[in-house]
Structures are given as C-alpha cells and as structure tokens.
C-alpha cells in the first residue's frame, strides 16, 4: 500500500544499509539503493511491512529516476575519461 510521494533531498543516506532511507510508520525504514535508482526504481519499500512510497520525479525537468541515474553515470564517465577522476 502506498503511504507517501517523496522528494530524494527528504530520504537521509544510511551507510550501513547503503540505502536512502525514510522512516516508515510501522517503526522501520523506508529503503531503496543508489543502483535502484540508477536501474529506474521509483519505489522505496519498507522490509517489515506493506507500505512503499514512492519517489518524486526529479528536478523542475521533471526526470525519471531512470533518466537521473543515466545522467550521473555519463557525467562520472567523462570525468573519468577526460580528467582522470
């Protein structure tokens, strides 16, 4: 069942999990990975119960989380390629 839209800058990074997480209200976390996102994941589910929210598009040009994580990995190529990063 799904409990909320919400916007990345909202989810906090959990090393531990190496997840973005929000909390869910069952007490546990709300979870989704950066290669999720990257895959074109818009649902970050809690593992202890059926809620999911789900993530806003990005951005006032209003991307999928797809086209976001395409983006990144072209931008992290160039530098890599063009400046040695």
Request: glycine share 6%; net charge negative.
């Given at each position: ?38 895959l074109g994941e818009e649902i ?42």
């Amino acid at each position: 069942m799904s409990y909320d839209d919400v916007e990345i800058e909202d989810m906090e990074w959990n090393e531990e999990l190496q997840s973005y997480t929000y909390p869910c209200p069952c007490g546990d976390l709300f979870q989704i990975t950066k290669d999720d996102l990257r895959l074109g994941e818009e649902i970050a589910r809690c593992p202890s119960c059926s809620l999911y929210i789900t993530l806003d598009r990005i951005g006032r040009f209003q991307m999928t989380w797809a086209e976001y994580g395409r983006k990144m990995a072209e931008e992290v190529f160039f530098k890599e390629v063009l400046y040695g990063l």
